[in-house]
């Protein structure tokens, strides 16, 4: 596979044309797409269930004159343009954009006129603005086509957040052939009009915890005569958290956090069986692969130690996201000329968020950067119901990827 493309050494773009032509475009399409982003943010769909979204996507993308595949990975949707062949009769070089498009269930309080209208479901976490700017850029790019040097394609992906989509897409195909990978995700730390762009380690490795604490059950008046699964389960959530405080390197942070409890069955009957939900995040990819058989041992010390049992079942959900240097650099340096140098930022810190990203890129070169969402107001963090990214977010999303993807075939065109 050919190595991600280097930026281009010199600032004079070889397709002034083509970028010249994105301003005027994105102005004139702008209002549409303003109007399927409320569109989508009105009708959002749960992981997998992508059904409508899709037949949006999709026919949106045949009426540009894409090349377009629906069920990629059940729900998704794949589409290209471009040349097959280079100038030299070579299959083109191929580069990809992927946005995802499931919402979460997370009842809506934002108020806005394009509020859910389906109870209980919400794009709470900003894939209707990821949807619409992959719509923009296929916008973008259309009137272009026969003037591309590598051929694009789109990845319209379900389910990330049960971090499924991904796994679905690239067992479809969906990365065959592919060069460079790019992404982008809303960040509500960061103001509307900048970027954040970080090279290494972007996000955490993920995984889901489920623990299984087993007591004996008896009448509430006569605890001791029982074995307390409630109670064993109080000490398992507090006392993991006291192991990792003190028996991992705090240098290398680890985070678990249980988010459903299921247990009991009558308010004066002691509970014999107790399910903890929860989910554990690392950025170390050693400590990471550590953490399964270590958090097994340490609940199972805990549950014995109070007279109970513990089954635990660990599931990796996703590696870290890693930005490819080369690739990052060309993001900051198109993001400089859309907005400025003083609006791209580069991120300290790594997030301990996960995403399925990360399995797009295990033989592909690819960057994320985050896209800036806060209004005057600011905003509200990720998968909160009243969650209301500013709108103005959509064009430097739009303008950032499409001058990304034509930079990147310069350079590609570069090197060959």
Not at 1 to 7: F, L, N, S
Not at 71 to 98: C, I, K, S
Not at 163 to 173: E, I, R
Request: hydrophobic fraction near 45%; proline fraction near 6%.
């Amino acid at each position: 596979m050919t190595p991600a493309a280097p930026v281009a050494s010199s600032a004079a773009s070889e397709l002034p044309q083509l970028e010249a032509a994105l301003g005027s475009a994105l102005e004139a399409a702008l209002p549409e797409l303003i109007a399927l982003r409320r569109h989508l943010h009105a009708h959002p769909e749960l992981s997998g269930n992508e059904h409508q979204t899709a037949a949006l996507v999709a026919g949106e993308l045949r009426g540009l004159g894409w090349l377009v595949q629906e069920g990629v990975g059940r729900t998704g949707v794949l589409a290209e343009l471009g040349p097959e062949l280079d100038g030299a009769g070579r299959l083109a070089p191929l580069v990809a954009l992927r946005v995802d498009m499931d919402a979460l269930p997370v009842e809506e309080r934002t108020g806005v006129a394009f509020a859910s209208r389906h109870q209980g479901l919400m794009h709470a976490c900003g894939h209707d603005i990821h949807t619409t700017v992959g719509l923009g850029v296929a916008r973008l790019l259309a009137p272009l086509a026969d003037q591309l040097t590598a051929r694009v394609r789109l990845l319209f992906q379900p389910a990330e957040e049960t971090a499924q989509g991904a796994a679905w897409m690239l067992a479809d195909g969906a990365m065959d052939g592919v060069e460079a990978l790019f992404g982008v995700h809303v960040f509500p730390s960061l103001p509307v009009g900048t970027v954040g762009v970080r090279s290494g380690s972007l996000t955490a490795a993920a995984g889901e915890l489920e623990v299984e604490v087993l007591g004996e059950g008896g009448h509430g008046a006569r605890p001791h005569q029982s074995t307390d699964a409630i109670w064993i389960a109080a000490r398992v959530v507090s006392g993991l958290q006291e192991a990792i405080s003190r028996r991992l390197d705090a240098l290398h942070p680890v985070v678990v956090s249980f988010g459903r409890i299921e247990g009991g069955k009558a308010f004066n009957v002691i509970a014999d069986h107790v399910r903890l939900l929860g989910t554990v995040r690392c950025l170390d990819l050693e400590v990471h692969a550590q953490l399964p058989g270590w958090i097994e041992d340490t609940v199972k010390a805990l549950c014995e130690g109070h007279g109970g049992e513990a089954r635990v079942r660990y599931r990796c959900i996703s590696p870290p996201v890693h930005n490819d240097p080369a690739l990052t650099a060309l993001v900051a340096e198109a993001a400089v000329e859309v907005l400025g140098r003083s609006n791209v930022r580069w991120l300290e810190q790594p997030s301990l968020g996960a995403e399925d990203f990360a399995e797009l890129q295990r033989d592909t070169p690819g960057t994320m950067f985050r896209l800036g969402v806060a209004g005057p107001q600011g905003c509200t963090p990720l998968h909160s119901n009243s969650f209301e990214p500013d709108e103005g977010c959509l064009a430097v999303g739009i303008q950032v990827l499409s001058l990304s993807l034509l930079r990147w075939m310069q350079a590609r065109r570069a090197q060959a």
